[in-house]
């Protein structure tokens, strides 16, 4: 009887001490925030406030862009391409007809200002550096006489006619030296006089190349094309009806692919239309962020007699729908905020914000939806 009271007392003790074991483990499983980090997660939802790492901002791509006034009827969108400025972009050719020895650079090599990029060899280049050295001799021969004369001159040994002749002769053998000299370098002529450098009038990079070893070539045949990434321009087909609110010195803001906008100005525009497009062509001045020459991007220019709107245009997917409003995410120390924003037409993927933001703010332009979502998961967490 004692043993059977023993063993019923140990089962008893057991049981309990199971029991609370696994009391702990629900505790354990869940567990909640106390409530004083539960009160600050609520009202940092209810805010619509988005806490978030420049770290993170910049792994889900999220493209922050400050917002300015302008409504959107005094906005002129416009397809866009860009082009090296005239002075970013050179073609290179032959001085002198040839057949090409050397080839140094390829495509998409860097060049330097004055850097040679092939050599040609050309019959021409030969008989230019042999005019420059008769001429050169000439030249020499004049001057010795000219010394000889005038010694002779001041010795009353020779008469003023023969000293003022070698003058004349040593001032035109002068002369011809000089143009030789100068036909010689503006055809690259080497320094053996058997070819011709191609060499390049600007740094840049090598964006043609139809240079082929052993090829004849003549002068006017191109054989690279170098242009200077630093040194573009945005051409932007303005239409008619548009192009007479089109002014030097307008805002401009080019729009790339990847959603990234640089702003810039009107730097001129075409006092006419292309016959065949009937569009003007507007020149934009921009800086070199990120742009390739032949790059496709759209402008949005905004004419000084118009952009004294104080309307501000965003990029319609920054526009988000939370619990039925329209709002915006507004970039703030630590992440983004949302705000109720009124929103008036929308067209060709911008929106009109009639009142909610002013100008200067900055806002989630693209990838906006991800702050909805990452808001929705706060709002849902509380329930």
Known sequence: MTQDRARLMGGIAAAVLLAGSGGFGIARLTDRPAPSEAAEHHDEASDGVVVLTPQALAAAGILVQP???????????????????????????????????????????????????????????????????????????????????????????????????????????????????????????????????????????????????????????????????????????????????????????????????????????????????RTATAVLDVPPLGLQPGQSVRARIVPRVTGSSTTIVVPEEAVQSVEGRDVVFVRTATGFKSVPVTVGQRSAGRAEIVAGLAAGQSIAARNAFLLKAELGKGEGGEH
Do not use: C, W
């Open 67 to 277: 917002v300015s006034s302008g409504g959107m009827s005094g906005e002129i969108l416009a397809q866009a391409t860009v082009t090296g400025s005239p002075g970013g972009q050179a073609v290179l050719t032959a001085r002198a007809a040839g057949a090409v020895t050397r080839i140094y650079k390829r495509l998409g090599d860097p060049v330097r200002v004055g850097e040679t990029l092939a050599v040609v060899e050309s019959r021409e280049a030969a008989q230019i550096a042999a005019d420059r050295s008769v001429a050169s001799a000439k030249a020499t021969l004049a001057q010795r006489t000219l010394a000889r004369e005038k010694s002779l001159y001041e010795q009353r040994v020779s008469p003023r006619v023969d000293y003022e002749q070698a003058q004349a002769e040593a001032q035109a053998a002068s002369a011809e030296a000089r143009r030789a000299e100068t036909a010689a370098g503006a055809a690259q002529v080497t320094a053996d006089g058997h070819g011709v450098l191609v060499s390049s009038p600007i740094s840049g990079r090598v964006t043609a190349a139809t240079a082929t070893l052993g090829a004849f070539v003549q002068p006017e045949t191109e054989l690279f094309r170098i242009a200077d990434p630093q040194l573009l321009q945005v051409e932007a087909a303005i239409s008619g009806a548009d192009a007479p609110r089109v002014a030097p010195g307008d805002r401009a803001v080019v729009e790339l692919p990847d959603g990234r906008t640089i702003e810039g100005r009107v730097r001129s525009i075409t006092p006419s239309l292309n016959t065949e497009t």
